[in-house]
Structure formats: C-alpha cells, structure tokens
C-alpha cells in the first residue's frame, strides 16, 4: 500500500515538472527568434511600405496624364483609392507636424459620396471625350495647370500658421497649342496678345494643427486671394507682380475647413478632408527647390569670374612695377657702362700719342 502511494506520487510530481520544463524552453526558444528576426521584420515592412508608395505614384502619375489632376472617371478613382489605402495599410503614421512644412505639387484629386457612388462614370464611353478637339483641349490644359500647396511654419507660433493653395496657369501663346488639326492660315494665331507668360492665383489660408494623434489634423480658414500675372509686354512684370487682392471677412466662420494627413514623408504626401457629404483624397509630390540651386551656381560663376579680375589686375601691377621700377634701372645701368667703356677705349690712344 506504501509502495503503490509512493509510485502514484513520484509520478504525480514528474508530470508536474515536465510541462514546466517544457514551456520555459519554448519561451526561451521564441525569444531568441524573435530577437534574430527583428531585423529582417523591419526590413519587410520598409519594402512592403517602399513597394506601395512605388505603385501609388505610377498609378497616380498614369492617371494624371490620362485624365488630368481632378479624376471624375469611377474606375480612375476606385484605382487611386485602392492604391492609397495600401499604402496606408502597410505605413506607420507620422505625428511631427513639422514633417508637413515646405511646397506640395498635387498630383491627383478625387471626391465621392453616397450619391456618386450610385452614378457611375465611364469617360471611355464618350467618344468626343478622349479623341479630337476636346482632347486636344484637355491635354493642354492638363500641362498648362499646375496646383501646389504651400504649408508655413510660424516662428512665433511654434506651429504651422499659414497654408496657401496656388493654382499656376500658363497660357499658350497659338491656337494650334489647343487644336492640332488646323488650316495652316489659323494655326499660328496669336491667342496670347498681352504675353502672359504665368498667372496665379493664391488661396491665403490661416492655418492652425488641432492634432497629430491617431493622425495628423489640421485646421484652415481662407482670408484672401490674390491674383498675380507676369508677362513679357511692357505692361507686365517678368518676375510677376499681383494685379489684384481681395480681403475674405469671416474667414474663420464661413469659409472654414480642415484635412487629415495619413501618409507624410520626405518625398510624399497623403490628404484627406470632408466638405459636408463629399470625401476628398489628394495626393501630393514634395516640390524640387531647383530656383535655389541655380542662384549658388550662378554667385559661384560670378566668384570665379572675380577671382580671375583679381588675378588680371595683379598682372598688370606686376608688369607697370617691372616697367617704372625694374627698366629705367636697367637702362641706367647700360647707359653707364657704355659710358665707362668709351672713356677707356678713347683715353688710352691719346696718351700713347703724346
């Protein structure tokens, strides 16, 4: 009886020890993978982050060529749609505001709501759409359109302040820009008789950062807009002057929005707002600051143009010193020996003489 409690305890007592033993192994042993494949799950993400921005900005750049920066085609917008929820399904959100500062090109726009998801356009089945004149029409101003969001960061504020949305057109200067297939008796004519060369007109905005958690939020009200024009007549500006500025009271109270940033990096931008029934998505390229670089350029080869005036200018010095100090010297010094030389050559046949 002794011997069967014994047993029945020792065996009780190594069941007890053997589960234990094993789950402190395989704790263990996760640690150690985890710990090993940090790397390489980072690594993953980063790519999987980098494949979707790549495939977000080949699909928005291929449908701004097709359709232009605002898409009303369904398919266009359910494609940029997808593509952007991606992205956002595989990035992490930033919260520094700061990321949001500097100049957004807008690449593509798109809105929707309940009752445009009902109505469902297929710009492929308007013919006059995408062949002719209309196309002609739509490409052009496709590349003379250009929108850009500038985002300000105030000193005094700490925060972003202002936010402006500048519409840039440029117009062309022939008919024939707009229609290809002319009679050639009108395709060179003139559209652009005052020679504007670029309007814009800028959306001021006040801006304010209500939060940057679970994303980014931020807060605008319009306060002015101002036209500015340049142009090559003698009437214009070439760098542009602003020929109109009309001041928007109660901004704050009738003109008021916001937007949310999803996605922000040092190259892209991911928006999106909501303006009563209607969802907006946007997504903007970090502008090329190519202006400043062209001025460093342009102040080196003025430096390298000084340098070599110094260095002309020193050459000169050389060469007057060398001929107000240096040759009359010279001259001198022949003068005089030629001098000496003739004395002793004449004196000494006197002398034999007498």
Same mark, same amino acid.
């Given at each position: 009886m002794k011997l069967l409690v014994l047993s029945s305890l020792l065996f009780s007592a190594s069941a007890f020890v053997v589960p234990r033993a094993k789950t402190f192994s395989s704790s263990a042993l996760f640690a150690d993978v985890s710990e090993e494949n940090a790397g390489t799950v980072t690594a993953d993400v980063e790519k999987s982050v980098d494949d979707a921005k790549e495939e977000l900005l080949k699909v928005a750049m291929d449908l701004k060529d097709q359709y232009g920066v605002l898409l009303i085609d369904s398919k266009a917008k359910e494609s940029f749609a997808e593509a952007v929820k991606k992205l956002e399904s595989v990035a992490? #959100?930033?919260?520094?505001?700061? +990321? =949001? #500062? &500097?100049?957004? %090109? !807008?690449?593509?726009?798109?809105?929707?709501? *309940? *009752?445009?998801?009902? !109505?469902?356009?297929? %710009?492929?089945?308007?013919p006059f759409f995408n062949e002719g004149p209309v196309k002609d029409i739509k490409n052009t101003l496709n590349d003379s359109i250009e929108v850009t969001q500038r985002i300000k960061f105030g000193e005094e504020s700490n925060s972003i302040d202002k936010i402006d949305h500048i519409v840039a057109y440029k117009p062309p200067s022939q008919l024939s820009s707009f229609v290809s297939n002319l009679p050639d008796a009108i395709k060179d004519l003139d559209i652009n008789p005052l020679k504007v060369s670029d309007t814009k007109v800028v959306l001021k905005h006040k801006a304010e950062v209500e &939060?940057?958690?679970?994303?980014?939020?931020?807060? =605008?009200? !319009?306060? *002015? #807009?101002? #036209? $500015?024009?340049?142009?090559?007549?003698? $009437? =214009?500006?070439?760098?542009?002057?602003?020929? =109109?500025?009309?001041?928007?009271?109660? &901004?704050?109270? !009738? $003109? *008021?929005?916001?937007? +949310? %940033?999803?996605y922000v990096d040092e190259s892209m931008r991911i928006s999106r707002s909501k303006t009563g029934p209607v969802d907006q998505l946007r997504l903007f390229v970090k502008a090329v600051e190519a202006t400043e670089d062209e001025e460093v350029v342009e102040d080196d080869d003025d430096d390298e143009l000084d340098d070599d005036e110094i260095v002309e200018d020193d050459d000169d010095d050389e060469l007057a010193e060398e001929e107000t100090e240096d040759s009359p010297i010279d001259a001198e010094i022949v003068e005089s020996d030629d001098d000496d030389d003739d004395d002793e050559v004449v004196e000494p046949p006197s002398d034999i003489e007498n």
């Amino acid at each position: 009886m002794k011997l069967l409690v014994l047993s029945s305890l020792l065996f009780s007592a190594s069941a007890f020890v053997v589960p234990r033993a094993k789950t402190f192994s395989s704790s263990a042993l996760f640690a150690d993978v985890s710990e090993e494949n940090a790397g390489t799950v980072t690594a993953d993400v980063e790519k999987s982050v980098d494949d979707a921005k790549e495939e977000l900005l080949k699909v928005a750049m291929d449908l701004k060529d097709q359709y232009g920066v605002l898409l009303i085609d369904s398919k266009a917008k359910e494609s940029f749609a997808e593509a952007v929820k991606k992205l956002e399904s595989v990035a992490e #959100v930033s919260s520094e505001s700061k +990321d =949001l #500062v &500097g100049d957004w %090109t !807008l690449v593509c726009s798109s809105s929707s709501s *309940a *009752a445009t998801e009902k !109505l469902k356009i297929d %710009t492929s089945k308007f013919p006059f759409f995408n062949e002719g004149p209309v196309k002609d029409i739509k490409n052009t101003l496709n590349d003379s359109i250009e929108v850009t969001q500038r985002i300000k960061f105030g000193e005094e504020s700490n925060s972003i302040d202002k936010i402006d949305h500048i519409v840039a057109y440029k117009p062309p200067s022939q008919l024939s820009s707009f229609v290809s297939n002319l009679p050639d008796a009108i395709k060179d004519l003139d559209i652009n008789p005052l020679k504007v060369s670029d309007t814009k007109v800028v959306l001021k905005h006040k801006a304010e950062v209500e &939060g940057v958690v679970p994303v980014i939020k931020t807060k =605008l009200s !319009l306060e *002015a #807009v101002v #036209v $500015n024009v340049a142009g090559e007549s003698k $009437n =214009l500006e070439p760098s542009g002057a602003d020929v =109109l500025g009309i001041n928007i009271p109660f &901004g704050e109270y !009738l $003109n *008021a929005g916001s937007f +949310d %940033t999803t996605y922000v990096d040092e190259s892209m931008r991911i928006s999106r707002s909501k303006t009563g029934p209607v969802d907006q998505l946007r997504l903007f390229v970090k502008a090329v600051e190519a202006t400043e670089d062209e001025e460093v350029v342009e102040d080196d080869d003025d430096d390298e143009l000084d340098d070599d005036e110094i260095v002309e200018d020193d050459d000169d010095d050389e060469l007057a010193e060398e001929e107000t100090e240096d040759s009359p010297i010279d001259a001198e010094i022949v003068e005089s020996d030629d001098d000496d030389d003739d004395d002793e050559v004449v004196e000494p046949p006197s002398d034999i003489e007498n």
